[in-house]
């Protein structure tokens, strides 16, 4: 049973920066795509940004978020920078169950097995 938790969400304010973590347990996922997904109130969710056999950021993030991962403590940290009050969503950590596919895009919810239960970012203005 694989078991995502993330860690370091919280109020800050615009131009602020925010690390956030996803800590992995369970099994190695050293092989395995991740991603980092936002849900805004009465939005669906949507994609941030994933580290795969390549590192695939949203056009709304790209330039001010980045994405790493530790594959010795199989954990994954998005760092946050210039946020905006649009970034303000719970963002949830996601893991695929199946090795990496070259090729595949790994920015949809449906190529993921795996979810952590989120953590509250709020930008305020």
């Known amino acids: 049973q694989v078991q995502l938790v993330e860690s370091g969400g919280g109020l800050v304010q615009t131009g602020d920066s925010l690390r956030l973590s996803c800590a992995a347990s369970g099994r190695t996922l050293s092989n395995n795509a991740m991603a980092w997904f936002r849900q805004a109130p009465g939005k669906e969710r949507e994609f941030v940004g994933s580290?795969?056999?390549?590192?695939y950021y949203a056009d709304s993030v790209k330039g001010r978020f980045t994405i790493s991962r530790d594959y010795e403590k199989n954990t994954m940290s998005l760092v946050m920078n210039s946020l905006k009050p649009e970034d303000t969503a719970v963002y949830y950590c996601?893991?695929?169950?199946?090795?990496?596919?070259?090729?595949?895009?790994?920015?949809?919810?449906?190529?993921?097995?795996?979810w952590g239960q989120g953590t509250q970012v709020t930008v305020s203005s």
């Open positions: 580290i795969s056999w390549r590192v």
């Open positions: 996601a893991a695929d169950s199946k090795a990496l596919s070259i090729g595949r895009p790994y920015s949809n919810v449906g190529e993921f097995d795996y």
